[in-house]
């Protein structure tokens, strides 16, 4: 990204208004609604240039506020720029990718609610649904802002029931987990659908910048702006992070013990496979929990219903794995609780990202044992810091009857 312009996101003050950016009043009154009142840092950062017209790149993780930052470029464009001509049914203005399914339901939700003053229509279409569903409701309004996962959008686009030809905005989000999940060749379909760079603005975030990521956003953008996270900024200042150093055979007392013990709102627990997460809401439920379970084997309309559970507080507890997890943005998680450490250094940032968010204080809680105890030190130093780790104590180790 050598041609494009390079900016930490610091470089503003935190306190701009999003009523001093020259916002239209409807989107003024959702962003009101959503009790959005102080741009946070990345938003300070790039709206100014991508509302008026730029491309931007933005290093951004889960909780700083990204969502609402491409939401509100694409949003207001999209009024400024009102249709004067004729449009196919399924011929998308804005276009939002996101990798899961669980992120793409959020962004629509957080959509609906910033335009929910506009006459704008937005449609979701992700796996898991009945595509036929889909397809009716697709047909019934214009198509002024899609969001969806790249398969589900490519068979779409395959039976001609999108168009991207006119495409005025397309977003890229969470780039580095396309990647990672091997999305990039139908992201890329995708896009060779749309208009040349030059001829649409386009969007995209990324939690890290690797160089394939980097050529990728190149060739997918027009010299952009682009903003870096600060270090400082890639851990949640809000977040009281603990390490727990224990064996394998002691974690799930240990958690037990910690459910028991530790004053919780709700709380979020993290594991690797779906294996561990299967067994883990098992003996949970066994135990009593109101728990919930959010991971690849759970069917979509199970997940959504689990997801709201959590977030009007029938379920206390959800076990989830990294990829399902990447669409649990809910304020008001009080802890978050890596039952193993995640493989990836990057996801440890996301997972803690779940609490401390909109400026209220959370905890997460990291159990490190014999078998993971080797992944704190990309941990640590991905955050630039040590991490304080302790052995529990023994309240914390009774067994669990």
């Avoid at 700083?64 to 720029?81: H, M, P, Q, S």
């Avoid at 068979?155 to 168009?163: A, P």
């Avoid at 990521?213 to 400082?232: F, H």
Wanted: net charge negative.
């Amino acid at each position: 990204m050598s041609s494009a312009k390079s900016i930490g996101n610091n470089h503003l003050s935190q306190s701009v208004r999003f009523d001093q950016l020259s916002l239209s009043p409807r989107l003024l009154r959702g962003i009101s609604q959503a009790k959005f009142e102080i741009c946070t840092p990345i938003q300070a950062s790039s709206l100014p240039h991508s509302l008026n017209g730029k491309d931007v790149i933005g290093q951004a993780q889960t909780g700083t506020g990204k969502t609402a930052a491409f939401l509100v470029t694409v949003i207001e464009d999209l009024l400024r720029n009102p249709v004067t001509d004729e449009h196919y049914l399924g011929e998308a203005r804005a276009l939002i990718l996101a990798p899961t399914r669980e992120l793409a339901i959020q962004i629509g939700h957080d959509a609906r609610t910033l335009s929910r003053f506009t006459d704008l229509s937005i449609h979701v279409l992700v796996g898991g649904i009945d595509p036929e569903k889909q397809l009716s409701i697709l047909r019934k309004k214009p198509c002024d802002i899609l969001i969806g996962t790249p398969g589900r959008l490519l068979d779409f686009s395959k039976n001609s029931n999108i168009h991207l030809d006119r495409l005025e905005i397309l977003v890229v989000d969470e780039a580095d987990r396309m990647l990672d999940m091997g999305f990039i060749p139908q992201v890329r379909q995708l896009i060779n659908q749309a208009p040349r760079p030059h001829l649409r603005q386009s969007l995209m975030f990324s939690a890290t910048f690797s160089s394939d990521i980097e050529r990728l956003i190149s060739s997918w953008t027009d010299n952009p702006i682009v903003i870096r996270t600060e270090k400082e900024d890639l851990a949640t200042e809000n977040v009281d992070q603990k390490i727990l150093i224990t064996t394998s055979a002691e974690k799930f007392k240990l958690l037990h013990n910690i459910l028991l013990q530790e004053d919780l709102g709700n709380a979020i627990i993290f594991a690797n496979r779906r294996d561990t997460c299967r067994s883990l809401f098992d003996r949970l439920k066994n135990l009593g929990f109101k728990v919930g379970l959010l991971s690849g084997e759970v069917p979509q309309n199970r997940r959504l219903k689990t997801l709201q559970n959590f977030k009007t507080g029938h379920v206390k507890l959800m076990v989830a794995t990294d990829v399902a997890g990447r669409g649990i943005h809910i304020d008001g998680v009080s802890h978050v609780i890596n039952y193993e450490l995640p493989e990836e250094p990057e996801d440890y940032v996301h997972r803690i990202g779940r609490t401390g968010r909109a400026g209220e204080a959370g905890t997460s809680i990291s159990f490190a044992c014999e078998d993971d105890a080797f992944l704190l030190e990309p941990i640590e130093g991905l955050l630039d810091k040590k991490l304080d780790c302790s052995q529990p104590p023994a309240e914390l180790l009774i067994d669990v009857t």
